[in-house]
Nanobody, 127 residues
Framework: QVQLVESGGGLVQAGGSLRLSCAAS????????MGWFRQAPGKEREFLAR????????YYADSVKGRFTISRDNAKNTVYLQLNSLKPEDTAVYYC????????????????????WGQGTQVTVSS
């Protein structure tokens, strides 16, 4: 099992920035990739970004490309999501997630492709 704990959420004005952190513990040695999703009230959970744990290859949803940056610190078993130029529509609960991989042909942008989830951290952007 892998445990994920997010932190760094909060209230910020439009145009501001936040950095979310996700600390992983447990059986992290078989982690293939980690990612971030978010879920706004009344909406489905949506993919934001993922990072390959060994190569640091990243992939972003078009909606956040250029504004959000995912990174990781393997020594600390932590993945980060830097949120810049925040907009009120970025208000949501942000979830960290991890996958063991092994899904042939998967792009790892869907919820079902991930094995572990954090409890989420609230990000609220005021106008």
């Amino acid at each position: 099992q892998v445990q994920l704990v997010e932190s760094g959420g909060g209230l910020v004005q439009a145009g501001g920035s936040l950095r979310l952190s996700c600390a992983a513990s447990g059986r992290t040695f078989n982690t293939y990739a980690m990612g971030w999703f978010r879920q706004a009230p009344g909406k489905e959970r949506e993919f934001l970004a993922r990072i390959n744990w060994s190569t640091s290859t990243t992939y972003y949803a078009d909606s956040v490309k250029g504004r959000f940056t995912i990174s990781r610190d393997n020594a600390k078993n932590t993945v980060y999501l830097q949120l810049n130029s925040l907009k009120p529509e970025d208000t949501a609960v942000y979830y960290c997630t991890a996958t063991r991989g092994g899904r042939i042909g998967s792009s790892y942008v869907r919820i079902i492709e991930y094995d572990y989830w954090g409890q989420g951290t609230q990000v609220t952007v005021s106008s």
